[in-house]
């Protein structure tokens, strides 16, 4: 029995090792496809210089970052400055275990996984608002209220684009949500909550500061926002937490939208040699889609300018959240009348 | 034993946190200690095995009410707060009530019977889901009291509303 427990406390660690070390190198590669693509895009040619085709450039970024001075503003108020990066980077970590990434695998297979997201991605704003406030900064106090007030703006929306999904899938559990979607002949609940997928969309983009949202770290405004005092790695920390939000983000919109590791049954029919593959081989399918929403993301950023700071709580407030009650009730119905 | 274990730490630690968020100085510090305290309740309801509890626990508290409260101590002068030694004299009186209110709970418990268990076992949840169940008995044997719940908060929606239109007028 002892030995029993033992394996499983192994075979968690295991995985937990394995997604930490897959999502970190992740986070670093994304770095550099960031800069690559918006480069292409503005007929640049980005990294280059280091390695081949400047493959390396992450790993040069890194140790850079890790040998910085770490500089403390002399009126911070230290234990907060120390501990904000930390709870940044731990709730985008924490969302990582609920993620079922292919059949099997998934951390903490937990009934109320998309709940879970949610708590994780509310307590991030945590270390947004104490990091402003303890730098003892105006632009980063500004940055992080701009920030705290966005993110709870948009969490509202966020939260009721899902309800969509959780009302389709009559889980909230995301393997069960993963599962439901086999049951629809496009295989992905992107096709029926069409306007849940657009909401959610939006709402990622805000929820992760990214542009056109990135008003709290608009740097011709705010210099870097709330992490202008930091340096070293422990803005390293918030960097690598900002990058891992947007894969926690990609990964919950290929869960909840776009099917997960599943492909629809359709394509199974037409090649049924698909189903005799290892479990193992769906993590591709499911990479696909989350790089296919990370390309989205970075497609924005080289495309759209940013928004006014009332032209984003008037989105979210007058726009988004009118239309994801609308789509909870539209949805609702259907269900109630199917 | 492992179950009073866990109790005994979120029991023993909510006390604790809660002596530190009215004892720091700090209203910031305050406020972040009772973000811990709030996740020591979550902690709490998973134990009882009342995982939705412990989620809207964290997202409703933690993440919309506990933000709202960082934002009006951070919006106040801290530095002129700080130098406030007391804020009330009558302090004596207050502790002598909650020493009668905890003689009374003490007293009170003596009198404790174990009610008969219901159809809402621990298997019960385990097979529904929690969710499930709390779902389905907010909508059907409690529905009007949820209703009366969900329509005091709409009048606090709208007096709220109604209130800040007032002031950008005038």
Redesign the interface.
């Known amino acids: 029995m002892y030995i029993d427990l033992m394996l499983n406390i192994g075979m968690i660690l295991l995985k937990i090792a394995v997604v930490i070390g897959v999502a970190l190198l992740h986070v670093a590669y994304a770095t550099y496809w960031e800069r690559k693509v918006i480069g292409h895009m503005q007929v640049r040619l980005g990294p280059i210089e280091v390695g081949p085709h400047g493959l390396l450039q992450p790993i040069a970024d890194g140790v850079k970052l890790f040998f910085k001075e770490d500089i403390i503003p002399a009126n911070a108020d230290k234990p907060l400055f120390y501990i904000a990066p930390v709870i940044f980077f731990v709730s985008t970590m924490t969302a990582l275990s609920v993620l079922p990434f292919f059949e099997g695998f998934v951390i903490a297979d937990i009934n109320i996984g998309l709940l879970f997201l949610f708590a994780m991605s509310s307590l991030g704003a945590y270390g947004i608002i104490i990091s402003g406030w303890s730098s003892n900064s105006k632009y980063a106090f500004l940055g992080g209220l701009r920030s705290a007030s966005q993110v709870i703006s948009y969490e509202i929306a966020m939260g009721m684009s899902l309800v969509g999904v959780m009302i389709m899938a009559g889980s909230l559990n995301l393997s069960d949500i993963v599962k439901a979607q086999q049951q629809y002949p496009t295989g992905m609940f992107a096709v029926p909550q069409f306007l849940g997928f657009f909401i959610f969309t939006v709402s990622a983009l805000a929820e992760t500061n990214r542009l056109p949202f990135d008003l709290p770290e608009a740097e011709s405004e705010l210099v870097a926002g709330y992490f202008t005092e930091y340096s070293g790695f422990r803005f390293a920390l918030f960097f690598l937490g900002e990058y891992t939000g947007m894969l926690v983000m990609s990964s919950i919109s290929a869960i909840c939208f776009l099917g997960g590791w599943t492909v629809p049954q359709f394509i199974t029919g037409w090649f049924p040699f698909l189903l005799q593959l290892p479990a193992w081989f769906w993590v591709l399918v499911f990479l696909a889609k989350v790089y296919a929403f990370m390309f989205f993301y970075y497609w924005v950023r080289a495309t759209l300018p940013r928004y006014r700071y009332d032209q984003l709580m008037s989105i979210g407030w007058k726009m988004l959240i009118p239309l994801a009650l609308l789509n909870i009730v539209v949805t609702a119905m259907v269900k109630i009348l199917l | 034993m492992l179950p009073e274990l866990f109790f005994g730490y979120y029991a023993a630690m909510i006390v604790f946190l809660s002596v530190l968020v009215i004892t720091r100085k700090?209203p910031?510090?305050s406020v972040?200690w009772m973000?811990l305290l709030f996740f020591h309740i979550a902690g709490l309801y998973l134990f009882l095995n009342a995982?939705?509890i412990?989620?809207?626990q964290?997202?409703v508290y933690?993440?919309?009410i506990l933000?709202l409260f960082?934002?009006v101590v951070?919006l106040l002068n801290l530095r002129e707060e700080l130098q406030t030694a007391k804020f009330i004299r009558s302090w004596p009186a207050g502790l002598l009530i909650s020493g009668g209110i905890i003689v009374a709970i003490i007293s009170a418990l003596r009198s404790f019977v174990l009610a008969p268990q219901g159809m809402h076992t621990i298997e019960f949840i385990k097979r529904e889901?929690?969710?499930k169940a709390l779902g389905t008995i907010l909508y059907t044997e409690y529905l009007f009291p949820f209703e009366i719940a969900s329509l005091v908060l709409l009048v606090a929606i709208i007096g709220a509303i109604v209130l800040a239109k007032k002031k950008t007028r005038s």
């Open positions: 700090n910031v510090h972040m973000l995982e939705f412990a989620a809207i964290v997202i933690a993440g919309a933000v960082l934002f951070l889901t929690h969710t």
